[in-house]
């Protein structure tokens, strides 16, 4: 098949747009501290196959959000962190089921390294019992990283976190939050800044970020 029309075939099938390439970025672990590597060397859960999709990528990223904001597209179960020259780090995620899913524009209000699980009264009635507190570890449901959600002072309840159950990253299984693979959100928590915008997009809406970069890391 000639080249234009494979590339008409692929536009037909993509909504995104574009005849275009996806590079996957290698996986690294340099943002990771020793004790991150000591902890996850023996998680309690077997290792996930996540598609290559939902793997971390540089795509180019025509939207309007500054670079350091973060973007979620609930539908498309990708998280976008923004970056300078028409370029983002797209990572798969796990969003919440919809009746419980968070849309709209917080702020990162605190960031915190294993942190510990203090479940909801709705997440006790529904999924307990649990502890009143999980201490964090590889066990714990928000993984190796969590980034708060704020609206203006207050809490939203709302997280970006890691995960002890990677095989559901890029479906709607959560209580609401977002969740990552454990090195992928220690890698956006290296970037990420207190204070950053997050904007979650409501299911219906397309982020319409094209992929076709290099992982530059």
């Given amino acids: 098949m000639p080249r234009s029309l494979l590339c008409l075939f692929v536009v037909a099938l993509l909504p995104l747009g574009g005849c275009m390439q996806t590079t996957l970025s290698p996986s690294t672990d340099a943002s990771m501290t020793a004790r991150d590597r000591q902890l996850l060397a023996h998680t309690p859960y077997a290792k996930a196959n996540v598609p290559e999709q939902y793997l971390r990528h540089v795509v180019d990223y025509h939207r309007k959000e500054q670079p350091g904001t973060i973007l979620v597209d609930t539908d498309a179960r990708y998280l976008y962190f923004v970056l300078p020259e028409g370029k983002a780090i797209r990572y798969g995620v796990a969003v919440g089921e919809e009746a419980m899913a968070f849309s709209g524009v917080a702020r990162v209000g605190r960031l915190a390294e294993w942190p510990d699980w203090i479940p909801t009264a709705d997440i006790q009635a529904r999924l307990g019992p649990y502890p009143a507190r999980v201490p964090g570890g590889p066990a714990n ?77």
Wanted: proline residues 5%; glycine residues 12%; aromatic residues 10%.
């Fill in 141 to 217: 449901p928000l993984g190796a990283r969590g980034i708060y959600l704020y609206a203006g002072n207050k809490d939203t309840l709302y997280r970006i976190h890691g995960t002890n159950q990677p095989e559901y990253i890029g479906q709607a299984i959560s209580s609401g939050c977002i969740r990552m693979r454990n090195e992928d959100v220690i890698d956006l928590y290296d970037r990420v800044k207190l204070g950053s915008t997050v904007v979650v997009l409501p299911p219906g809406q397309n982020a319409q970020a094209v992929t076709g970069a290099f992982w530059r890391g």
